[in-house]
Structure formats: C-alpha cells, structure tokens
C-alpha cells in the first residue's frame, strides 16, 4: 500500500518561508509523479507543483512560479515543498500526493489534480 506522509506546516507572517516534507512508501518512486496539492475553504483544489521522479523535471502553478520550489531525495524517498515569501492567499491545507506516469507528462496530471494516491495533509497558514 502506498503511505505518504507530510510534515513541516505551520503558522507564519506574510513574507516568511516554510519547507514542507513528505516521506513515501509502498512504490517505486523513480517511475511516478508526485505532487502537492493545496485546498482552502471555499476554494477550488489546486495543483501546486509536480516532478517527475525519474527525471527531476518540475511543473509549477502560476500562482506559485518563482516563489515555491518542489524538489526530491529519491535516496530518502523524500518529497520537498520549499515555500518563499508567502502569502495569506497561500493559506490552506497542502497535500503530498502520487500517480503512476501518465501518457503525457506530470505536469498534466497539476489541472485537475489527476493523482492516485494522497497524503492527509498538513496545514499551513499565513496570517498579515
């Protein structure tokens, strides 16, 4: 069974930074996706970023371009969020979460959040 489990969510000012974790089991990492996933009350759910595991290559929102950075340690089978200069609109629960390579990219899978497998999440919450 796939286990995905995130860590390092928090409080903190607008401006500041917070690198979330997710640690993985149960898969073979180097051939999905993973992703983070954010939701909010009374907003739709948003793919964040995505990379691919065997490649490195990232996707991004636009909402988050040049700001969050989604990286991995495949050796720890680790999953990184690094989130700068945040904003209150950047308040929500974020999830890790995992699919098996689709046909296209992994980037395709960020639209519509088209992942298999997810995290419960960790809150984050940027206050002004």
């Known amino acids: 069974q796939v286990l995905l489990v995130e860590s390092g969510g928090g409080s903190v000012q607008a401006g500041g930074s917070l690198r979330l974790s997710c640690a993985a089991s149960g898969y073979p990492y180097s051939r999905y996706c993973m992703g983070w996933i954010r939701q909010a009350p009374g907003k739709e759910r948003e793919g964040v970023a995505a990379?691919?595991?065997?490649?490195?290559?990232?996707y991004y929102a636009d909402s988050v371009k040049g700001r969050f950075t989604i990286s991995q340690d495949n050796a720890k089978n680790t999953l990184y969020l690094q989130m700068n200069s945040l904003k209150p609109e950047d308040t929500a629960m974020y999830y890790c979460?995992?699919?098996?390579?689709?046909?296209?990219?992994?980037?395709?899978?960020?639209?519509?959040?088209?992942?298999?497998?997810w995290g419960q999440g960790t809150q984050v919450t940027v206050s002004s």
């Open positions: 979460a995992a699919a098996p390579l689709p046909g296209g990219s992994c980037g395709s899978l960020l639209p519509n959040s088209r992942f298999n497998y």
């Open positions: 990379i691919s595991s065997g490649f490195g290559t990232t």
